[in-house]
């Protein structure tokens, strides 16, 4: 039997070369690829959330692994419905969330795995959602560098894109490359497993499974025929000339200047450079010249067209009609707009993107820096938004949720929501325009540590202000420090973050780090022995949320396997069926540990 590695390196070398794969599968029969998948997905926030059953990450074992391929090998593995639950939206609409069973989250993994690795080289450069080594930072730092000299922009908004994938149109996408019936079948059976409401099944006729693993990498290889088309169709329709001509009332200027610096009359001709300055080089309604740009993130896309707006019309009812011809969705007509780059902005992954354009910004040559480049902006209602959340009747106001937290936990919770912000809107020439959000946030935080502490908010800025070294020099923070005996003290900040433009800051999404192909976690379940009594019966794998679970007030001693864990910083421990048991009952441990029981001060 192969390794996982071995596996997806093969069917990763049939996708480069475009070759069809009929194989995929008897790859569901590797044991490897599932300890690699469980290793991926272990730590997920959902991994304990119970989807229909009880069934979760906690207690997971190696015969689960054995169960569900024995299952496949005849083809008698059958998807639970997913459990439905609804999250709130930012427009304060609700969102629908299926919840799979762990066995379902698993194999999910596993089909994900294989087709990403068959799909993903053939992928299109222009899409960025759902993909390793990419995200929003990667699609929004390609507009930033490569769409300079766009006049329109075109926003592309599908209606319930991931509800209305079509079944019948996905399968015949994936029946082009997949020539396997036993793989596309079990695809088939789980786009029709349906969810439950209220312990009710409903069935489900479009859309791939909501919350489901192997959602995403089923929606792109969907969304891939919208990128083939705009690159097959439309781009090359509307991208013709090397460079456009020059503007003539812009050349006659330059002559002018170019003759009387040869006469010598060199002030009369600087008089004339800021009229040159505030002219376009190029013609820009030069016919020989069209320039169409195109880029994806999940189901959001933006084009850049540099032309005649009744071109851009022309662009977006095609797209229009591709969408709804081929892959059966309707693009939104409210939110699907065509911008002016140079006097309006387009919305693009929660940013605004405009065209800039000055006369007077110039680089070292004197050169104009800034004309007709991307510039991406932090919108303003994105501020406003967030800064009303700490907010009551138009000023600074403490948040009564964060009352019943400790000072360590209020702080950590404001700088991190802060600094995730900022992070996220890095690439925006006007990042400073969170300082308002950053003074509105302070004021906030003060107020709702003086109303935790029955002080007054002069008194908690006298009381933890401080100053720190950072990359950027002395800052000024707020620093809560929290005691624990016998042990170094927690420390959190809030300040420090600057807010510095970074044109080459990345937010990707991230892998659990391997090792030797296999995760910390995999490496431990397969040595097969209770890390608490060494026992190698029934060995199976204890989780939980968060290490801050461990402690439990009103507990003068830990048990062994609390220790264990909060020495190791593990979320996860090793332990055979007995002392599984033990743990979640509560009671101390039947077989002798390898750790004893030590009192909190003695760790």
């Not at 299926?98 to 992928?123: C, H, I, N």
């Not at 969170?434 to 800025?461: G, H, N």
Request: proline share 5%.
């Amino acid at each position: 039997m192969r390794n996982a590695a071995t596996v997806l390196g093969i069917i990763r070398d049939r996708g480069t070369r475009g070759l069809p794969v009929n194989d995929l599968y008897r790859q569901l029969w590797n044991p490897d690829l599932y300890l690699m998948a469980y290793g991926r997905i272990a730590k997920n926030d959902g991994a304990l959330t119970p989807g229909a059953t009880r069934e979760t990450a906690d207690g997971m074992k190696l015969e689960d692994i054995s169960a569900i391929i024995e299952a496949l090998r005849f083809e008698r593995y059958w998807w639970t419905p997913a459990r439905r639950v609804y999250i709130p939206k930012a427009n304060g609409k609700r969102r629908p969330l299926g919840l799979p069973t762990w066995s379902d989250k698993v194999l999910q993994e596993v089909m994900r795995l294989l087709l990403e690795a068959y799909y993903e080289p053939q992928f299109s450069d222009r899409s960025h959602g759902f993909r390793p080594n990419r995200g929003c930072h990667t699609a929004l730092t390609e507009v930033n560098r490569t769409w300079t000299g766009t006049t329109w922009f075109i926003e592309g908004d599908i209606s319930g894109c991931f509800d209305n994938i079509d079944h019948s149109v996905l399968l015949g996408i994936l029946r082009e490359k997949i020539q396997d019936n036993r793989f596309l079948r079990l695809i088939s059976q789980l786009l029709r497993a349906g969810y439950l409401e209220d312990w009710k099944r409903h069935a489900t006729y479009s859309g791939t499974p909501q919350g489901g693993v192997v959602s995403p990498i089923l929606a792109n290889i969907y969304m891939d025929r919208l990128d083939r088309f705009v690159e097959g169709v439309l781009l090359p329709a509307h991208n013709r000339g090397e460079r456009r001509r020059q503007n003539p009332e812009y050349r006659g200027i330059l002559r002018q200047i170019i003759g009387l610096r040869t006469t010598g009359r060199e002030r009369e001709a600087a008089s004339l450079r800021p009229l040159l300055r505030s002219l376009p080089s190029g013609d820009t309604h030069d016919p020989e010249y069209r320039r169409l740009r195109y880029i994806r993130y999940a189901d959001d896309f933006l084009l850049g067209f540099a032309g005649p707006r009744n071109e851009a019309e022309e662009i977006k009812n095609r797209i229009g009609e591709f969408l709804r011809d081929s892959l059966k969705l309707e693009l939104s007509e409210s939110k699907t707009l065509i911008t002016h780059g140079r006097t309006e902005a387009a919305r693009f992954l929660g940013y605004e993107v405009a065209v800039q354009g000055s006369a007077t910004k110039l680089d070292a040559q004197g050169h104009r820096s800034v004309n007709g480049v991307i510039g991406l902006r932090v919108p303003q209602d994105v501020v406003r938004a967030k800064s009303a959340k700490y907010m009551a009747n138009g000023k600074p106001w403490h948040r009564a949720e964060r009352l019943h937290d400790s000072p360590y936990s209020i702080v950590h919770h404001y700088q991190a929501e802060f600094r995730g912000l900022a992070n996220y809107y890095r690439l925006a020439v006007n990042l400073d325009s969170l300082s308002y959000l950053r003074w509105v946030m302070e004021l906030s935080l003060a107020k709702t540590l003086a109303a935790k502490l029955r002080i007054s908010a002069p008194q908690v800025f006298r009381r933890y202000k401080t100053t720190i070294l950072t990359e950027r020099g002395p800052r000024k923070v707020l620093m809560v420090k929290e005691e624990r005996p016998g042990r170094k003290p927690l420390v959190t900040y809030w300040g420090g973050v600057s807010l510095a433009r970074d044109k080459t800051a990345a937010l990707i999404d991230q892998h659990p780090s391997i090792i030797n192909g296999r995760t910390e976690l995999v490496q431990r379940l397969l040595a097969d022995t209770c890390e608490l009594c060494g026992s190698t019966v029934k060995v199976q794998v204890h989780h939980i949320r968060a290490m801050k679970d461990l402690r439990k007030k009103g507990r003068a001693e830990r048990p062994a396997w609390v220790v264990m864990m909060a020495q190791r910083r593990r979320k996860t421990l090793v332990v055979c069926a007995p002392c599984h048991a033990d743990i979640h009952a509560g009671r101390p441990l039947q077989q002798s540990a390898n750790v004893e029981s030590v009192p909190d001060s003695e760790e």
